[in-house]
């Protein structure tokens, strides 16, 4: 039933825990005298033959017999009394198929160790080894051109992280380090690093090789071997690729837009490079040599490295 806004509902039955038609018959409560209404329909309203069946629970004697307590009424066919509601066990739901697409987990990304060398009796193979390669060389060497070509013709899978390109995800804002080198340029720099570190890491945690490509001074510490080596892990191969000043000079003369130098800046650059021969790092003179050429001799200086890494 309905109670009306603001009254109060009718507190629970205080003998037991469910609802007995004798605590609300009016007729039970008054021993001898006429039953009421409930008494003649049935403690719960029958709809259909069911209210038929059966004699009234007025007509036996229990009622009329001085004080004693009247039993409650038969219930009327399909009816149960409320009770303690037994437990029921829970639906167990079958199995259901894994799916086969969706979230995929990934091995989180963590330093890359150095790779494990092959046994002795077999020389390494590059080709086939994942690993993290640090290709270091000034503007015009040809570090992207080698870089996209040695991981595009890989038998496994292997990614390209170019340093140069990550900086310039940074569009309103941009700091240009050929406009000078400054507090901005520097952050976005190491940001830029920092973000193919991360990347670099996981690729390797899930089975992808990756070269990356910067031009790394050996003389100044920002923009050196140690952040690379902290944002990578210590597993990572610098290799650097240094052909003649005149080859990169004309190799700058083709780009456009940022990317292209002044030749007073290349030959600086050129320059500060060279610091490089007597580092113990692998050079590559790649003068004479093709991207494809360049690509082969990367592909033994690194099965060198891997045999025995520098220590840098």
């Not at 038609?21 to 409560?29: K, L, S």
């Amino acid at each position: 039933m309905q109670h009306a806004v603001g009254s109060p509902l009718p507190p629970p039955h205080q003998s037991g825990h469910g609802w007995t038609p004798a605590a609300h018959d009016p007729g039970a409560h008054h021993p001898g005298g006429h039953p009421g209404p409930a008494a003649h329909q049935g403690q719960v309203p029958q709809q259909g033959p069911a209210a038929h069946q059966g004699p009234a629970p007025h007509q036996g004697s229990a009622p009329h017999q001085g004080s004693a307590p009247v039993p409650p009424p038969p219930p009327a066919p399909g009816f149960a009394p409320p009770g303690p509601i037994p437990h029921t066990p829970h639906h167990v739901q079958p199995p259901q198929a894994p799916e086969t697409t969706g979230h995929v987990p990934l091995p989180p990304g963590g330093p890359v160790g150095m790779p494990s060398a092959p046994p002795a009796a077999s020389a390494p193979d590059a080709s086939t080894t994942t690993i993290a390669v640090l290709l270091i060389g000034p503007a015009g060497a040809g570090k992207t051109s080698v870089a996209k070509y040695w991981a595009d013709h890989r038998r496994v899978p292997t990614a390209h992280i170019s340093l140069d390109d990550v900086r310039e995800w940074v569009r309103s804002g941009f700091a240009d380090p050929q406009s000078g080198w400054n507090d901005n340029s520097e952050a976005q720099y190491r940001l830029a690093r920092r973000t193919c570190g991360f990347a670099a890491r996981n690729f390797l945690a899930n089975g992808i090789s990756c070269i990356l490509d910067d031009a790394v001074f050996p003389d100044r510490p920002v923009v050196g071997l140690g952040g690379w080596k902290r944002h990578v892990g210590p597993g990572l191969l610098p290799v650097v690729l240094l052909p003649g000043l005149e080859i990169v000079l004309e190799r700058n003369a083709e780009r456009a837009g940022n990317r292209r130098l002044t030749d007073e800046e290349v030959a600086r650059i050129h320059g500060r490079m060279a610091g490089w021969y007597g580092s113990g790092l692998p050079i590559i003179d790649n003068s004479q040599l093709d991207v494809p050429q360049t690509a082969r001799v990367l592909d033994d200086v690194l099965a060198r490295s891997i045999a025995s890494p520098p220590q840098w």
